[in-house]
């Protein structure tokens, strides 16, 4: 099936206006893993470094989450910047956060990008619709 574009947004405005939020989310995160690295390596030693590199990877969200200044939703993905491409996945689950206007994009516990959009409602539509059309498509796979 060829790709074709659902939605296409360019966005560097809105980004530009959340920055400061993004730099403190940022910043905030970034202090919490180094305190939690620093506490385990005193209490634990390199064990408690290691540990915590573990609990960072594993379970602790990202301090730098990818966000294009434009992209497109095609029936297969996401084209970020016109260059790099996020394959959509069975188990992506979005969250919106209307008055930011911003959709944040997860898998599993991890979030993987955040994109802003005029319309995020719209957005958020097209994105749940292509994620289940793809758990149809898997669910049939197996079926066969």
């Known amino acids: 099936m060829p ?3 659902l939605y296409e947004a360019e966005v560097t ?10 730099i403190l989310r940022f910043v905030t995160i970034l202090a919490n ?7 385990l390596g005193i209490f634990l030693g390199i064990i408690g470094l290691i540990i915590g590199a573990v609990v960072m990877w594993v379970f602790l969200p990202f301090p730098l989450v990818r966000t294009p200044n434009r992209y497109q939703i095609t029936n297969k993905g996401i084209i970020c910047d016109g260059n790099r ?3 959509l996945k069975t188990d992506f689950k979005f ?3 209307e008055e930011r206007k911003l959709i944040s ?3 599993g516990r991890k979030e993987i990008l955040n994109i802003y959009s005029p319309e995020p409602d719209k957005v958020l539509d097209i994105l749940n619709r ?14 066969t």
Do not use: H, P, S
Request: no cysteine.
């Open 3 to 5: 790709e074709r574009v």
């Open 13 to 22: 405005d809105l980004k530009m206006e959340d920055k400061n939020k993004r």
């Open 33 to 39: 893993e180094l305190a939690l690295l620093f506490l």
């Open 85 to 87: 491409y996020v394959e």
């Open 95 to 97: 969250k919106l956060n």
């Open 105 to 107: 994009i997860y898998r």
């Open 130 to 143: 292509l994620v289940k059309r793809l758990q149809r498509m898997q669910g049939k796979r197996k079926a």
